[in-house]
C-alpha cells in the first residue's frame, strides 16, 4: 500500500493504494478508527482487487473542515479524491459510519460505483434516543472527557466471546480514540445526526448493494438487522455468524469471501 496526501477538491486527505488490480474495492473506516483499521484484512483483498483505504475527514490524519462534517460533504470529498487519483468507478466498502457516508455517495454519485457494501452499517436514520447519544458524547468531548468514550466504544464493537483472542486490536483501537482530534470527533458525531433515511434511495437504485453483519452487533441486533434487510430484498447478504461489530477483524476470512464474491 502506497501512502500519500491527494488534495481532494480543497480538502487534503489521507489515502493508501495497492495500485494493482482491474477492479477497484475503497474500504471507509467506521467511527473513531481510522484507516489503519484495515491493515491486517488488507492482505486479504489485494491479490485480488486494488484497494484504497482513506482517513475520514475529521478522523487519522485527515484535515478537520469545520463544525459539522456531513455525510453528504464527506461523499463529496471522496468523488473529489477518485477525480484526483484518476479512478473512474469503484466498489464502496463503509463499515458502521462508513456505510453511511457509502449511503450518501451512492445517493449523489452512483454512475462512479460498481457496487455499495454496508459492513456493520444501516440505511436507517438515528432514532431520536440515538441522536440524544450522540449529544451526550459531543458533549463529553467538549468537557474534555473522551476518555470515557475510550473505555466504552472499542470493547462494544466485538462479540463477547471474542474480545479476550483480539485483546490487541481492542487496545490499539482504545489507543486511536485518544490521538484523535476532539474537533474531528465533535464535526462526525454532528454528520451523522443530521444523516436522512437511505432505504428508499438503495431500493430505487441500479447500484448493487451487498450488507455484510455481525450475528453479534451490539450496535446492529438480528432483529433491527432483520427489519432493514426486509425493507431492502433488492440487496444480498451475507451474516458472520461469530461476529459483533468488527467482523472484518473478528472473522476476516468469511468477510473477505462475502467481499470478494461480490466485487468479482
Same mark, same amino acid.
Given at each position: ?32 478508527? @481510522? ?5 491486517? =484484512?488488507?492482505p486479504l483483498l489485494t491479490p485480488k482487487v486494488r484497494v484504497i483505504t482513506a482517513d475520514i475527514p475529521g478522523h487519522g490524519v485527515s484535515v478537520v473542515n469545520g463544525e459539522v462534517h456531513t455525510m453528504e460533504w464527506i461523499a463529496d470529498v471522496l468523488h473529489d479524491m477518485l477525480d484526483a487519483i484518476g479512478v473512474e468507478k469503484v466498489t464502496l466498502v463503509g463499515h458502521s459510519m462508513g456505510g453511511y457516508i457509502s449511503l450518501a455517495f451512492c445517493a449523489k454519485y452512483p454512475e462512479r460505483l460498481d ?6 452499517? @444501516? ?5 431520536? !434516543? ?27 464493537? =466485538? ?8 485483546? @490487541?486490536?481492542?487496545?490499539? &483501537? ?13 464535526? &462526525? ?8 433515511? !437511505? ?11 451487498? =450488507? ?46 462475502? &467481499? ?5
Amino acid at each position: 500500500m502506497k501512502e500519500k496526501f491527494v488534495m481532494a477538491g480543497s480538502t487534503a486527505l489521507h489515502i493508501a493504494d495497492s495500485l494493482k488490480g482491474e477492479k477497484c474495492v475503497v474500504l471507509l473506516h467506521g467511527y473513531l478508527e @481510522s484507516m489503519y483499521v484495515w491493515d491486517d =484484512f488488507l492482505p486479504l483483498l489485494t491479490p485480488k482487487v486494488r484497494v484504497i483505504t482513506a482517513d475520514i475527514p475529521g478522523h487519522g490524519v485527515s484535515v478537520v473542515n469545520g463544525e459539522v462534517h456531513t455525510m453528504e460533504w464527506i461523499a463529496d470529498v471522496l468523488h473529489d479524491m477518485l477525480d484526483a487519483i484518476g479512478v473512474e468507478k469503484v466498489t464502496l466498502v463503509g463499515h458502521s459510519m462508513g456505510g453511511y457516508i457509502s449511503l450518501a455517495f451512492c445517493a449523489k454519485y452512483p454512475e462512479r460505483l460498481d457496487g455499495v457494501v454496508l459492513l456493520s452499517s @444501516s440505511p436507517n436514520p438515528d432514532t431520536e !434516543q440515538k441522536r440524544e447519544n450522540r449529544r451526550r458524547e459531543i458533549a463529553l468531548v467538549k468537557a474534555g472527557k473522551k476518555d470515557a468514550l475510550a473505555r466504552v466504544a472499542p470493547e462494544t464493537g =466485538f462479540a463477547p466471546h471474542n474480545r479476550k483472542r483480539l485483546k @490487541s486490536y481492542i487496545d490499539d &483501537l482504545v489507543e486511536c480514540v485518544h490521538v484523535t482530534e476532539d474537533e474531528g470527533i465533535v464535526a &462526525l458525531l454532528g454528520g451523522m445526526i443530521e444523516r436522512v433515511d !437511505q432505504n428508499e434511495m438503495l431500493r430505487n437504485s441500479a447500484v448493487k448493494q451487498l =450488507f455484510i453483519l455481525g450475528k453479534h452487533d451490539a450496535y446492529i441486533p438480528v432483529e433491527a438487522a432483520e427489519e432493514f434487510i426486509a425493507r431492502n430484498p433488492q440487496a444480498k447478504v451475507a451474516w458472520l455468524e461469530n461476529s459483533g461489530h468488527m467482523g472484518f477483524i473478528e472473522e476476516p476470512e468469511a468477510c473477505a469471501e462475502a &467481499l470478494l464474491e461480490f466485487v468479482e
